[in-house]
């Protein structure tokens, strides 16, 4: 199974806010500000969304924010748009032997 | 523009071998860190290995001892040598560029698919 733990799925109608939470412990997630978000569309190439747990690369829409709280790290999507859904993964800096770990995917339904 | 193109993905039967490889343009391979993340079909991702700048290199445990990562500066080019494949080694290879001063991926490759088979 994967390092961090996310739920497996999430939905929301269009104009919602929904939350993916990504868990781990003490020495990635809780360890260091190197938390990541991708997003991801069915035979593409990962996308960073967030990147040291609140910064938006540009062009990022600003309806993505990140946040952590402990071990536990959370993307919000505000204002749902169907372009939206797509699979959402987490990644953290762990440090030592495998230095990043991901987690298994969020799969996002727009309603 | 940056771009990552990787290629050499195949089919190969359990214990041999298969070298991949992504030519970057738009930046200098040798004064980034590059990274391979692998995701086997429908799972999700896994990082596999890193090599600094200073030409350090990390790898996961699963693939520790039979992969190697290097690059050819001359060619702008990052490989991963895979060794004493698996059939859990089938995945689609990504190549991807962290940012500087920060453990994120802000540029990746299409990816190469490897398929380990009898």
């Known amino acids: 199974q994967s390092a961090l733990t996310q739920p497996a799925s999430v939905s929301g109608s269009p104009g919602q806010s929904i939350t993916i939470s990504c868990t781990g412990t003490?020495?990635?997630?809780?360890?260091?500000?190197?938390v990541s978000w991708y997003q991801q569309y069915p035979g593409r190439a990962p996308k960073v969304m967030i990147y040291?747990?609140?910064h938006r690369p540009s062009g990022v829409s600003n309806r993505f924010s990140g946040s952590k709280s402990g071990n536990t790290a959370s993307l919000t999507i505000s204002g749902l748009q169907a372009e939206d859904e797509a699979d959402y993964y987490c990644?953290?800096?762990?440090?030592?032997?495998?230095?990043?770990?991901f987690g298994g995917g969020t799969r996002l339904t727009v309603l | 523009e940056v771009q990552l193109v990787e290629s050499g993905g195949g089919l190969i039967q359990p214990g041999g071998s298969l070298r991949l490889s992504c030519a970057a343009s738009?930046?200098?391979?040798?004064?980034?860190?590059m990274s391979w993340v692998r995701q086997a079909p429908g799972k999700g991702l896994e990082w596999v290995s890193v090599?600094?700048?200073?030409?350090?290199?990390y790898y996961a445990d699963s693939v520790k001892g039979r992969f190697t990562i290097s690059r050819d500066n001359s060619k702008n080019t990052l490989y991963l040598q895979m060794n004493s494949l698996k059939v859990d080694d089938t995945a689609v290879y990504y190549c991807?560029?962290?940012?500087?001063?920060?453990?994120?991926?802000?540029?990746w490759g299409q990816g190469t698919l490897v398929t380990v088979s009898s």
């Open positions: 990644s953290s800096y762990r440090g030592t032997n495998t230095l990043v770990v």
């Open positions: 040291d747990v609140s």
């Open positions: 991807a560029r962290r940012k500087s001063t920060t453990w994120t991926f802000d540029y």
């Open positions: 738009g930046f200098t391979v040798s004064d980034s860190y």
């Open positions: 003490s020495s990635d997630v809780g360890g260091y500000d190197y």
């Open positions: 090599i600094y700048r200073g030409d350090n290199t």
